[in-house]
Each structure stands twice: as C-alpha cells, then as structure tokens.
C-alpha cells in the first residue's frame, strides 16, 4: 500500500458525459500528479499540482482539467467523454515539486480509476 | 525529446532461469531513472531509483544498474510471483519539466 487514495476503483458512463476522479496524496505530500495509461500508449504524464498550484502540464486535452484543493486532495475532471478516453487514470504523489532544477524524489501511485466510456 | 525504450517487450522464464530487462534512455540531464512493478490493473509499484552512471541497487532478487545510454534491471533465480510488468522512467532537466516519462515495460512471465 503506497498510501495515496483513489475513488473510484471503476466508472463506466456514456459519450459525452463529465465525471471527477478524486486522489489523497500520501501524508506529508505536496505534490500530485495525474497520468493516464491506455494499452498502446503506456503511462502518459497528463497534470501536475504543487501545494494547490499547477506546475507541469504534459498531454492533458483542453476537455480534461484539474485541480487541487488546500486540504491537498486533487480531483480531475473529464468532460465531453469520448470512447478513446477509456483508460486507467493514475495519481502519483511525492514530497517536491520535482520540476526543472528542483529536488529530485520519489512519486508513489495509488491504486488507480479504471474508466469505460460507453 | 526525452524518451524511454524498454526490451524486450515480454520474457517467458523458468523459475530459476535468470535474466536481464533492458531501459534504453535519450534524456537532456538525466535526474533520476526510475524501477517500478505494475501487476495488472494495479498502479506501479516503487522498485528503485538511480542517479548516476555506475550505480547499482538490489533488493531480493532485483538489481538495477545504470550506464550514461542504459538501465538494466537483472532477475536473480526469478519466483512465479516476479511475474509483473516493469516500468522504467526517467525524470530530466529539460523538456519533460522534471516530470517521469515512461516506457511501454517488459511483461515478465515466470513459469513454476
């Protein structure tokens, strides 16, 4: 068990639908990133919080958005769903902000939302 | 760009049978390369992380070494319950913004 949260395991919704996947960071940590994992492209890096501020985006689509909060919980929200976006949606945290010149550490995944769009 | 290419893509072993998983990386500063285990619809598993040509980790049967081009990690008498896919990931200076870029992983099959 890593310590980092994820709800829920499973969704499964319909085209054009919007849902919000919820992640708790380990205790202590300040940053959460989201990934997605689809079966041909692997782990993807999508957003990056840090302490309530984004500070990386990677291939996030303008329909997908997050955020986190100032208990640090982080929610991302998927609308406009389309069949492709089916995928195993990650969260991963780590102490630092992990960007360009900063610390380099660890990230710990949770456990994962497997989403179906229908 | 930064990228991550892991071979092969899937190994069949024998308990016992030892072997080497390969993580070929083109990456602008390197900061870390990154092992992690991921057991189907699970979420990846931390193994190890490397800093610098020349290191090496082990836990149990695991080993994970690093060269300026390439990481290996190496299976030592592999158990049925090695049987996982590993991911490696890096995490550069440059384009990537610190953040890990992954390989597709080796799914590793051991058989009793």
């Known amino acids: 068990d890593s310590g980092v949260t994820q709800t829920p395991k499973h969704l499964i919704t319909a085209t054009g639908q919007r849902v919000t996947l919820r992640c708790s960071p380990r205790?202590?940590?300040?940053?959460v990133y989201w990934y997605q994992q689809s079966l041909d492209q692997g782990l993807q890096f999508l957003i990056q919080y840090y302490n309530g501020e984004e500070r990386a985006k990677g291939n996030i689509l303008e329909r997908f958005s997050a955020q986190q909060f100032p208990d640090l919980h982080s929610e991302l929200n998927l609308s406009s769903l389309e069949l492709g976006d089916s995928a195993l949606y990650f969260c991963?945290?780590?102490?630092?902000?992990?960007?360009?010149?900063?610390?380099?550490?660890?990230?710990?995944f949770g456990p994962g939302t497997r989403l179906t769009v229908l | 760009e930064d990228q991550v290419t892991q071979s092969p893509e899937a190994l069949r072993l024998q308990e016992g049978e030892s072997s080497s998983l390969n993580c070929s990386y083109t990456v602008s500063g390197l900061r870390g390369l990154f092992w992690y285990r991921q057991d189907p619809g699970k979420g990846p598993e931390f193994l190890f992380t490397l800093y610098s040509a020349g290191e090496e980790k082990e836990k149990e049967r695991l080993k994970a070494t690093l060269t300026k081009k390439e990481s290996f990690l190496h299976i030592t008498a592999p158990k049925p319950e090695d049987s996982a896919t590993y991911l490696c990931a890096v995490q550069g200076h440059g384009g990537s913004q610190g953040n890990l870029i992954f390989g597709k992983g080796t799914k590793l099959s051991v058989k009793p």
């Open positions: 991963a945290s780590s102490p630092y902000p992990t960007t360009s010149g900063g610390i380099t550490d660890t990230q710990y």
């Open positions: 205790s202590g940590d300040l940053s």
